[in-house]
């Protein structure tokens, strides 16, 4: 009897995402090692820096809940800091701004969605292909310089603060509450877990499968478009290079937030304190030192030792 | 084709279907890809007049052999439905490696002996701690990568005479890296469609693609432990790539590799293998590694930009990938 109850508990325990334990160990070591960073101004700070990868990572796990991936993010964050920051459009307003950038995410999402779901092709290859062509794009229209200056509303607006905590990551928090809503209050939920469960019995059920995937894959393009905008506010010039890493740390910390390659599973919250475990990963390891190549070795063993966490549970369902 | 129609049932294709579509056959979609290779020979021979002297043919047998022998290591993985992203990081390791002071009898087996490791612990990984290849391959980048980086910061050093010399030499007249290209090629046909390792892998592939994961098991296919060679052969297949390109810039570069996994996949998947396994050819792959150096190499004779040529290179995956349908979804 106790020890089914210990198995149990223990089954209980493998199935908390590992963010949430990668979290509090971030969280302690941070404490302990340094205390004066534990100050809601300077957390404020740093966690508003990540919001571009929380946002991205909203999108990633809705794609990857239906066994599929997108890495196209980088080409659009590139392109739309492109277009925002170049001068091609003159005297634009902001939100036509938004509006171009919106709708820059829903074709490209679109695109990727038809490709992967129809045509069937591997959504690896489709979306690293499809950023490959806008980042070269990108490139090609600027010659390798990184273009001009971004409008300082976005800037403006980036500094803002509500009730004390800075617009864009209430921004991230609201868009990660409604997703949370989305995917637990509406049918399209539904319809994701049970694709990721099993495409075959999904289809022999009723649920429209290849538009889920389609759907999905587009609403990760919107989010990768307010990814954009949110990365091209923070550094407020324009970039060639911006954004490029983000599509892989989102792959990571939706990883490391449970949502697992392949299956259904997963939530949204999950993954939300990836993000937030990253933060933390960079603060401590800025204000320890770390150098350039530690950072990259760390960040790998700790996508590894997430992945490892996960891989050891599925093995002993 | 409709979906009604019973070809589409029974999975019957007339011949020239099966060539054109690379649908029901074991080796892919490769003749497409060939017809695209010959097509920019023709169209470069008759608008560049530099394209078909001796000294480009072999420039860019030369520019290609990295690719080539990336490729065909990353295409043992793909072919048991799996991934290899660490293979940039293990060609900038072996770089860096070889641009250490040291005699070349000790680097050269070291190369191998290192990246063997780092093929193992992916194999390992991937097989004993089911972990996705792709998430077990890209950590290992990042941690290959560091490594490289606190080997070696900037590029610098240089690499053992005996590396440089097997590159830049020539015998008979005729440049040694052709020499490299057909050892590479016997032994990696040898491997891949001559041997019972080889064969195992498209049983494997063939198995996951169909989502019957067991079966080739039940058939005495040591999975685990073919998968894990699989990722060892890649590992080794992108040092050879890595000694290669040593000897081509000398030096060590901690970024020479940097976006060669990219190529690679590129270059396979231009090839006609599938990337959901179990399908797919050498000449395949090398007819892929071939597109993209043709390619380069006639942009850069036609004075394209650099940086459109990468756009070009993206169209032509989607358009090849896109044009092989298949029944998995997903990944």
């Known amino acids: 009897m106790a020890v089914t109850l210990a198995d149990k508990a223990w089954q209980r325990i493998r199935r908390i995402p590992p963010a949430y334990f990668v979290f509090a160990i971030l969280l302690v070591t941070l404490a302990v090692l340094r205390p004066h960073m534990m100050n809601a101004n300077i957390l404020g700070i740093f966690i508003r820096q990540i919001v571009p990868l929380g946002i991205l990572v909203l999108g990633q796990l809705l794609v990857m809940r239906v066994r599929s991936i997108d890495l196209s993010g980088g080409g659009i964050i590139l392109l739309i800091n492109y277009y925002i ?139 990768a478009a307010i990814a954009a905008l949110v990365q091209t506010a923070s550094i407020a010039v324009g970039s060639v290079r911006v954004g490029l890493d983000l599509p892989i740390l989102s792959v990571a910390a939706t990883i490391l937030g449970g949502v697992v390659f392949g299956r259904g599973e997963g939530g949204v919250w999950g993954p939300f304190f990836g993000v937030l475990s990253f933060a933390l990963l960079f603060i401590l390891m800025t204000t320890l030192g770390v150098d350039e190549p530690g950072k990259l070795i760390i960040q790998g063993l700790i996508i590894l030792l997430a992945a490892i966490f996960y891989g050891m549970r599925i093995a002993k369902p | 084709m409709p979906p009604s129609s019973p070809d589409r049932l029974t999975g019957m294709k007339p011949a020239y279907l099966k060539l054109l579509t690379g649908q029901g056959t074991r080796q892919g979609l490769w003749s497409l890809p060939l017809l695209i290779a010959l097509a920019i020979a023709l169209g470069l021979s008759l608008t560049a007049q530099q394209f078909t002297s001796a000294d480009n043919l072999f420039n860019l047998i030369t520019q290609a052999m990295p690719l080539i022998i990336t490729a065909i290591g990353q295409m043992f993985v793909i072919v048991i439905g799996g991934l290899d992203l660490s293979v940039g990081s293990v060609i900038s390791f072996t770089t860096a490696i070889l641009a250490l002071d040291g005699p070349a009898y000790l680097l050269i087996p070291a190369v191998f002996l290192l990246a063997a490791a780092i093929g193992a612990i992916n194999g390992i990984v991937i097989t004993r701690l089911n972990v996705h290849p792709i998430i077990a391959t890209l950590s290992m980048q990042y941690v290959v990568l560091g490594i490289t980086r606190i080997l070696r910061p900037v590029s610098g050093g240089t690499v053992p005479d005996v590396v440089i010399a097997s590159v830049s030499g020539s015998l008979l007249g005729i440049p040694l890296p052709v020499f490299w290209g057909i050892a590479v090629l016997l032994v990696a046909w040898k491997v891949l469609h001559g041997s019972r390792f080889g064969l195992h892998l498209f049983a494997i592939g063939g198995g996951i693609a169909a989502g019957m994961e067991k079966v080739p098991h039940n058939f005495g296919v040591a999975e685990r432990r073919n998968i894990l060679l699989a990722y060892v052969t890649c590992s080794c297949f992108a040092a050879l790539a890595g000694i290669f390109l040593a000897g081509r810039i000398v030096s060590g570069d901690p970024n020479v590799g940097l976006l060669f996994e990219l190529d690679a996949i590129t270059a396979v998947a231009i090839g006609g293998t599938q990337l959901s396994g179990g399908v797919g050819a050498l000449h395949g792959t090398v007819i892929g590694a071939l597109v993209m150096a043709l390619l380069a190499n006639g942009m850069n004779l036609t004075n394209v930009s650099p940086f459109i040529q990468t756009t070009i290179k993206g169209l032509i995956l989607l358009l090849v990938v896109g044009l092989q349908s298949r029944k998995r979804m997903g990944l």
């Open chain 1, 85 to 223: 920051s170049s001068g091609l459009f003159p005297g634009t307003s902001m939100a036509l701004f938004i509006a171009m950038a919106i709708a820059t995410g829903l074709i490209i999402g679109t695109f990727n969605g038809i490709m992967i779901a129809k045509r069937r092709v591997s959504a690896v290859i489709v979306t690293l292909a499809v950023s490959i062509v806008l980042v070269g794009f990108v490139q090609y229209l600027s010659s390798g310089k990184p273009p001009g200056d971004v409008p300082a509303i976005f800037a403006t607006a980036y500094n803002t603060k509500l009730a004390g905590v800075p617009t864009p990551v209430l921004l991230w928090i609201a868009l990660t509450i409604l997703m949370a809503l989305f995917l637990s209050r509406m049918v399209f939920g539904r319809f994701v877990a049970s694709v990721g469960e099993n495409l075959t019995a999904a289809h022999f059920s009723g649920v429209p499968v290849e538009r889920t995937v389609i759907v999905a894959h587009i609403l990760a393009g919107l989010m």
